[in-house]
């Protein structure tokens, strides 16, 4: 099936979804507590059941986000501004970060001879130790979601980016390929009701059943994250969202990278600690402090911000880990390369196909009350072709082994 098909076939999917109703009074607190759990955290394009849209009244939401101190990365971010060609789009330089000599092999395998592992390819991005850790947890908060059993598990050394992708670095990739987002050929992405305006929820009239706050919106993609009468003034050092898993995977491939595995990713997001919640430890506010982005006040209704944002933040908002990496729970929800099974056997390798892709480490849109998956044992999954107002990623690369 080529591309053309595979749209139609989609969009023919999507159409013929049933249409059910839903009450008025219909919320987050209607319903069960692993329904909110479950619906909230998968918008998936082909598997979402649509209804007739439950109106919440809700505040427009405040895109004046709080004054964080982001001068070091908003400054290294800056220097990547020139004119680009592509609508909606501020200025970028081109500064390219790719090597020649390094290729991947089927988009997962990076090779290279010796000595091609250059700088600037690895640039913004951290080494990850290599080694044994225990994977996954015996205390699941979520059962069905395979968060167990703890599992122990040997990655080799690799790179991982310190920060989620940007929406300045994204647009540098876009003016350097042409390349249209799955989301922009749809013609829709989902966003949750209080990140959009008045006039634009007045033209809505289909919600998700099981969680009526997550609206599908026509115009909405990356360029326009929040509806199609947005845009990216003063959010170009936000994380890129209304990316699916195959634009993912077509971005890190340009710069000669890739998505980390699952087990990568875990390993990257617990700094090194053993059988903790968090990568800094069981306390998500040690000492009253925020460490992440993540929702602050009654969900879906209001997020007070009082952990300094009220829905997405800069990529360099909170503290790194012990490893390096900025806001690696939190803030949206990171693409990663395997796809989703809940069947975990020690020295089972995951699956080679499968319907959905894993996703790993939150949102703003989590809670403990709600979605509790900004734990690195968390995960949820959604379809590759899926995107939504939550849902980034950043990219890994492989240690090349050493000849000689």
């Known amino acids: 099936m080529d591309s053309k098909e595979y749209y139609l076939v989609t969009s023919i999917i999507i159409a013929s979804f049933v249409l059910l109703a839903t009450s008025d009074d219909q919320s987050c607190s209607a319903l069960s507590k692993e329904d909110t759990q479950t619906c909230g955290c998968q918008t998936n394009r082909q598997h979402a059941s649509l209804s007739p849209e439950s109106r919440v009244n809700v505040d427009e939401f405040d895109a004046d986000k709080a004054n964080v101190n982001t001068k070091a990365y908003a400054s290294h971010l800056n220097d990547l501004v020139v004119e680009a060609g592509v609508p909606s789009l501020q200025n970028y330089q081109e500064k390219s970060n790719s090597d020649e000599n390094y290729s991947m092999d089927n988009g997962k395998t990076p090779k290279c001879e010796h000595n091609c592992f250059s700088e600037d390819l690895v640039e913004d991005m951290v080494l990850i130790?290599?080694?044994?850790?225990?994977?996954?947890?015996?205390?699941?908060?979520?059962?069905?979601?395979?968060?167990?059993?703890?599992?122990?598990?040997?990655?080799?050394?690799?790179?991982?980016?310190?920060?989620?992708?940007?929406?300045?670095?994204?647009?540098?990739?876009?003016?350097?390929?042409?390349?249209?987002?799955?989301?922009?050929?749809?013609?829709?992405?989902?966003?949750?009701?209080?990140?959009?305006?008045?006039?634009?929820?007045?033209?809505?009239?289909?919600?998700?059943?099981?969680?009526?706050?997550?609206?599908?919106?026509?115009?909405?993609?990356?360029?326009?994250?929040?509806?199609?009468?947005?845009?990216?003034?003063?959010?170009?050092?936000?994380?890129?969202?209304?990316?699916?898993?195959?634009?993912?995977?077509?971005?890190?491939?340009?710069?000669?990278?890739?998505?980390?595995?699952?087990?990568?990713?875990?390993?990257?997001?617990?700094?090194?600690?053993?059988?903790?919640?968090?990568?800094?430890?069981?306390?998500?506010?040690?000492?009253?402090?925020?460490?992440?982005?993540?929702?602050?006040?009654?969900?879906?209704?209001?997020?007070?911000?009082?952990?300094?944002?009220?829905?997405?933040?800069?990529?360099?908002?909170?503290?790194?880990?012990?490893?390096?990496?900025?806001?690696?729970?939190?803030?949206?929800?990171?693409?990663?390369?395997?796809?989703?099974?809940?069947?975990?056997?020690?020295?089972?390798?995951?699956?080679?196909?499968?319907?959905?892709?894993?996703?790993?480490?939150?949102?703003?849109?989590?809670t403990e009350q709600y979605c509790y998956r900004y734990r690195c044992a968390a995960r949820s999954q959604n379809t590759p072709d899926s995107t939504a107002s939550n849902l980034g990623f950043r990219c890994a690369a492989t240690r090349p082994v050493a000849h000689g």
């Open 129 to 366: 130790p290599g080694g044994k850790f225990t994977m996954g947890t015996d205390s699941p908060i979520f059962i069905a979601d395979g968060e167990g059993p703890a599992r122990l598990i040997e990655v080799k050394p690799f790179y991982l980016d310190k920060y989620e992708v940007s929406n300045a670095k994204f647009a540098k990739f876009v003016k350097e390929t042409n390349y249209v987002t799955e989301a922009e050929k749809f013609g829709d992405s989902f966003v949750m009701e209080l990140e959009l305006t008045h006039a634009v929820k007045s033209t809505i009239t289909q919600a998700v059943a099981a969680a009526p706050w997550w609206l599908p919106v026509k115009g909405t993609d990356w360029r326009h994250p929040t509806g199609p009468d947005s845009s990216l003034k003063d959010a170009w050092h936000e994380p890129v969202v209304h990316v699916s898993w195959n634009d993912a995977v077509a971005y890190c491939k340009h710069l000669n990278k890739r998505l980390p595995t699952e087990a990568e990713w875990e390993r990257a997001c617990r700094g090194g600690k053993e059988n903790r919640l968090f990568p800094w430890g069981n306390n998500f506010t040690p000492a009253n402090v925020h460490r992440a982005n993540t929702w602050q006040g009654q969900f879906p209704t209001a997020d007070n911000g009082s952990d300094g944002c009220a829905g997405r933040c800069d990529v360099s908002r909170f503290p790194p880990n012990a490893y390096g990496l900025h806001n690696i729970i939190g803030n949206v929800w990171e693409w990663v390369e395997d796809w989703w099974t809940v069947d975990h056997v020690n020295g089972k390798s995951p699956p080679s196909f499968g319907t959905d892709k894993v996703k790993k480490g939150g949102s703003f849109m989590c």
